[in-house]
């Protein structure tokens, strides 16, 4: 079994001084503040009952006392299990009981989220204030990682049916980071701007990244844009994580203006973005790296490297340099060019869903993760990420990506947005429909 240091106790000693975690408010809190804190807030889950190896269940909106959180049961060397704000009562509680949790750890304010969590027997809750009030109970620290340990489970729909919990080693999270520094690089005055949610993987991610690398998170609560823009514009953050919409608004608000020099990657996630979308971008020389990846690949596994980014727009790039792909039809390989099913391996690869034996004999054939999305790789060995599997429309035999016909429509002036689907037909057997936002008047 491979062991490194403890990470949050590794980057304490290298670097106690630098700065961990930046807020909107401008406070600042170093990486011996963050050990500090983590290792008190984890004697007082000690004293309250949580043991090692257990499963515990967090439930919170971005903030400081989340990334204290998941760093003491890190110390406390149990599986977090990261809830989904957005989530009703009883899907929350479906997930704490197919996780086996044994307790939940909640932000105060969400406390109406989990009433059917509480009121379950055998079930604790403690919210963020519980915790503080409790005494501290020493126990031993653990000075290594194993790297084969589950860390995470994080819910998704992934490929197929209802949702599964995918395990995330330490090791799995540990080369999501490393291969994104081979790709991106570490530069000495990186700042990564996070907005997107913790309980998320490409959230997440940038937490780990921070303290493997020695660099400061600015992190949001959640996506405002102004205070947005003031961390690009003015607090010289050098690379931010965005989806679609976010990227769509950002050029909106930036108007006339230049995004600055300092700003080195907008790592774009989330699925197939608009063509015209990134010709913009090129445009107003925002440096978009589209990327691919999902909650069973710890966040990106591909991604467009900087000196492909205006050449090859439209692309996902090539594997990160431990990971592999293919693109499979009927069980073979494809030939460049040819649409299939994208296939991947590597040690960001989940080894499977908690408690599914089944869906992990359906998704992970020999160390392959089927991802149930479509695409081809060109003849340079470029992504190209197509649609879903399940949301591909085949209209009098031909096959129609619902994500290229929304690009186009998004492409067209006064609309903001567009979903299509497929509807049955008796002449064409599926025929695409769309359904639209229009720009409003006021904006």
């Known amino acids: 079994m491979t062991v490194i240091p403890h990470w949050l106790e590794k980057r304490a000693m290298l670097s106690p001084n630098d700065i961990a975690v930046q807020f909107v408010n401008g406070e600042k809190v170093t990486f011996q503040t ?4 983590a290792i008190h807030f984890a004697k007082q889950l000690h004293a309250l009952g949580v043991q090692p190896k257990s499963r515990i269940s967090l439930l919170s909106n971005n903030s400081y006392n989340m990334v204290v959180a998941i760093h003491a049961l890190s110390y406390l060397e149990v599986t977090v299990v990261l809830l989904n704000t957005k989530l ?27 009433e059917k969590i509480r009121d379950q027997q055998n079930s604790l809750t403690y919210s963020f204030s519980e915790i503080k009030r409790a ?5 031993t620290l653990p000075t290594e990682i194993h790297l084969d340990d589950v860390f995470t489970i994080m819910y998704t729909s992934g490929t197929t049916g209802f949702p599964k919990g995918v395990l995330h080693t330490y090791g799995n999270h540990f080369w999501s980071a490393t291969a994104s520094a081979l790709n991106l ?3 000495e005055e990186d700042k990564w701007l996070a907005t997107l949610p913790l309980f998320h993987v490409s959230g997440l991610s940038i937490l780990i990244k921070s303290v493997l690398y020695g660099m400061p998170v600015h992190l949001h609560e959640k996506f405002e844009m102004n205070a947005f823009m003031k961390d690009i514009l003015e607090n010289g953050v050098t690379i931010v994580s965005v989806v679609t919409v976010m990227l769509e608004q950002l050029l909106r608000e930036l108007g006339n203006r230049e ?3 300092s700003l080195r990657c907008v790592l774009l996630g989330g699925g197939p973005a608009p063509k015209p979308l990134l010709e913009r971008c090129k445009d107003k020389s925002i440096p978009v790296f589209q990327s691919y990846g999902m909650t069973e690949t710890a966040s990106q596994i591909v991604t467009l490297s900087n000196k492909d980014a205006l050449r090859k727009i439209g ?9 592999q792909l293919k693109i499979v039809i009927d069980g073979k390989e494809a030939a460049p060019n040819e649409v299939g099913e994208i296939v991947v391996k590597g040690p960001m690869v989940t080894n499977g869903y908690y408690n599914r034996d089944e869906a992990n004999r359906e998704t992970i054939k020999d160390g392959w993760l089927f991802t149930g999305d479509l695409g081809y790789v060109d003849d340079e060995g470029f992504l190209y990420v197509l649609d879903r599997r399940k949301d591909l429309i085949i209209s009098g035999g031909e096959n129609i990506y619902p994500a ?5 429509l998004k492409a067209v002036e006064g609309i903001v947005d567009a979903g ?9 057997g599926q025929v695409p429909v769309a359904f639209v936002v229009k720009e409003s008047k006021d904006s």
């Open 185 to 187: 690089g570490i530069h």
């Open 315 to 323: 692309s996902a790039g090539k594997p990160l340099f431990p990971a």
């Open 259 to 261: 995004v600055p020099a």
């Open 404 to 408: 290229e016909v929304e690009g186009v």
């Open 420 to 428: 299509v689907i497929g509807v049955p037909d008796e002449k064409w």
């Open 88 to 114: 009703a009562q009883g899907e929350l509680l479906f997930q704490f009981n197919d996780s086996d949790s044994t307790i939940c750890i909640y932000a105060d304010e969400l406390k109406g989220k989990i």
């Open 34 to 37: 963050l050990r500090e804190d």
């Open 135 to 139: 005494s501290a109970k020493a126990f």
